[in-house]
């Protein structure tokens, strides 16, 4: 089965989110019309997808996930400017 650690944000340097995912595309929905809406994502408007990685197995997608959340900001915008430099929201890119 195939899983997903991805970063939301509401902006360009902004706050970030971290999470794991079986379902992408639904988990990605879901933050962007604020489905839990006392949620962290929704109270600080993270509905951009910036940055995300596919993994075969949910276990390795949540050790990866364990191990962003673990990391500090700095690593995680990093590895958003490598991959996606002007942050744009890649939510079109995994509707294809």
Request: proline residues 1%; charged residues 35%.
């Amino acid at each position: 089965m195939k899983a997903w650690i991805y970063i939301v944000s509401n902006r360009k340097d902004g706050v970030l989110y971290v999470g794991v995912t079986s379902e992408l595309k639904y988990r990605i929905e879901s933050h962007k019309t604020k489905k839990y809406k006392d949620a962290f994502s929704a109270r600080y408007n993270l509905d951009k997808l910036v940055y995300y990685e596919e993994y075969n197995s949910i276990v390795t997608a949540r050790a990866r996930e364990k191990q962003l959340k673990a990391g500090n900001r700095v690593k995680k915008v990093r590895l958003i400017v490598k991959n996606n430099p002007e942050w744009r929201d890649l939510y079109d890119k995994i509707i294809e």
